[in-house]
């Protein structure tokens, strides 16, 4: 009887100790990821009644909570809400959070560790707990310019600060309306989170950081910068031209897009075929420097990374080991090649920096209700993806473009602007992608701006081209910049 008494009584101790361990093992080391569930219904009900900080530009809310008579004491609002949709994202009872309202959620509901100081004064003083506000860096102007010259056109911008690497402005059109999923009717919260879902043209879809593209000709800059880092090529090298490429192992050629060879020449100087964007020319070049570097070059500028994570962004991809006539395709931006807006406005912002790319953001700074800074974003470099003599060389040949070339559509009177065009094949079954990159002025840039327009509602086919969709985009975006 006695050993069954112990036994019994050595087994009651050890569910006691692995009851402890896991207590103490959930709570020290799962209850930030417990407390984060969106299924989490206790720690929603708790979180939906605290007074969440607003995010800002400036001093200007764009989203907030305002106090409410009902079981959940403050609705979150969007004013302009789907201008800027991508950046905010929503916060909803029933789906959770997205954009900054996810990335941020701990400093905006009052949580995070950086705000416990403030959380201990709120108990002390008997005062409801209150978030920090989250100031972004987006420029208004320029945000309002990039949202209204996309239009109904499918499409995405991002403009940078190239010295600092903010990020100017965000636009992913079609867009929808954070409110209604904000909204304290759950049953018109589902209905909209359905309809978005069921939208074929994908609203709430970050196209600007979360969706990549074939680049097509803008990527161009990237294997120029290439030739031009290797030594071999200079800007007034000529490159072999012709109107067709014959290409190894396929008897598919390389052709220009017009059927004729480069501005008249089957040798162009590399700056007559970046202004006529030849496809035989950056295709003979692909060849001759090969995919290793193309693939070097196109990572110094930030393929193959993440950048922005306050926004989810998804990596770009140059392929991983193309044979020759893909590596000819690759190195005009077609092929495997996949980019995103905001990964083609760090190839112009990273020209325009002498070569430097900076680490993009979002966040200017958090701070504390009563306007105490909490955390300041500080400019950091990401690479050197060019020497400040490429970098030069590159920028000339951009301001040829827009000058004399394909990008004349982006021109600003007075102004100086260094871009490129670009437009991608996807299939046969739809339209090309319309893309331009750019920055300005070219002496000193303020701004480097990427568009595509992913659809163009009543443009035929053969009237795409990145000159005459996405550039007047860029242009508007860079004006709002500079104050023209």
């Not at 903010?166 to 867009?175: M, N, Q, Y």
């Not at 990237?222 to 490429?245: H, I, M, Q, R, W």
């Not at 040829?400 to 004349?408: F, I, L, Q, R, W």
Request: net charge positive; hydrophobic share 40%.
């Amino acid at each position: 009887m006695n050993s069954a008494i112990r036994r019994l009584a050595v087994g009651a101790i050890i569910l006691m100790l692995a009851l402890m361990a896991n207590s103490t093992y959930l709570q020290a080391f799962r209850a930030g990821d417990l407390n984060g569930r969106d299924d989490n219904r206790r720690v929603r009900d708790q979180q939906f009644s605290v007074d969440r900080g607003p995010i800002l530009i400036g001093n200007t809310p764009i989203a907030r909570s305002v106090e409410v008579n009902d079981q959940y004491k403050y609705q979150r609002t969007y004013s302009s809400g789907p201008l800027y949709a991508p950046v905010t994202g929503y916060y909803s009872f029933q789906f959770g959070r997205a954009g900054i309202e996810l990335n941020q959620n701990s400093e905006l509901n009052g949580s995070d560790p950086s705000l416990a100081f403030r959380r201990v004064v709120d108990v002390l003083t008997n005062r409801r707990q209150q978030g920090a506000s989250v100031t972004l860096t987006l420029n208004a102007a320029a945000q309002q310019a990039a949202y209204n010259a996309l239009g109904n056109k499918k499409g995405a911008v991002v403009a940078i600060e190239p010295k600092t690497g903010k990020i100017l402005a965000l636009v992913s059109r079609p867009s929808y309306d954070p409110n209604a999923l904000a909204s304290h009717d759950l049953s018109k919260a589902a209905a909209t989170w359905n309809a978005l879902n069921a939208n074929d043209d994908k609203p709430a879809l970050n196209r600007a950081a979360r969706e990549t593209y074939p680049p097509g000709s803008t990527f161009k800059l990237v294997t120029a910068a290439a030739a031009l880092s290797s030594g071999k090529y200079k800007p007034d090298t000529p490159v072999n031209s012709p109107a067709e490429l014959p290409l190894p192992q396929t008897t598919t050629p390389l052709v220009n897009e017009n059927g004729r060879n480069c501005g008249g020449s089957n040798n162009a100087t590399l700056t007559v075929a970046l202004r006529n964007s030849c496809n035989t020319a950056f295709g003979s070049i692909g060849l001759d420097l090969g995919p290793d570097a193309l693939r070097e070059q196109a990572e110094k500028f930030g393929f193959g990374e993440r950048p922005l994570p306050e926004l989810g962004a998804v990596a770009s991809q140059f392929p991983g080991d193309p044979n020759q006539p893909q590596t000819a395709q690759s190195a005009i931006g077609q092929f495997d090649v996949r980019a995103t807006p905001l990964q083609m406005a760090m190839v112009a912002a990273g020209i325009a920096n002498k070569g430097t790319v900076m680490k993009p953001y979002v966040v200017q700074n958090v701070r504390t209700g009563d306007l105490k800074t909490v955390s300041e974003t500080k400019p950091e470099s990401l690479h050197q993806a060019i020497t400040p003599e490429v970098a030069a060389q590159l920028t000339a040949m951009m301001v040829d473009v827009v000058k004399n070339g394909t990008g004349a559509p982006g021109a600003i009177s007075g102004v100086d602007v260094a871009g490129k065009t670009g437009t991608a094949q996807s299939s046969k079954e739809r339209a090309p992608y319309a893309w331009f990159t750019s920055f300005a002025p070219a002496n000193d840039p303020q701004v480097a701006v990427a568009v595509i327009v992913e659809d163009a509602a009543g443009v035929a086919r053969d009237d795409i081209s990145g000159g005459r969709l996405a550039a007047p985009v860029a242009k508007k975006v860079m004006e709002a910049v500079l104050g023209r």
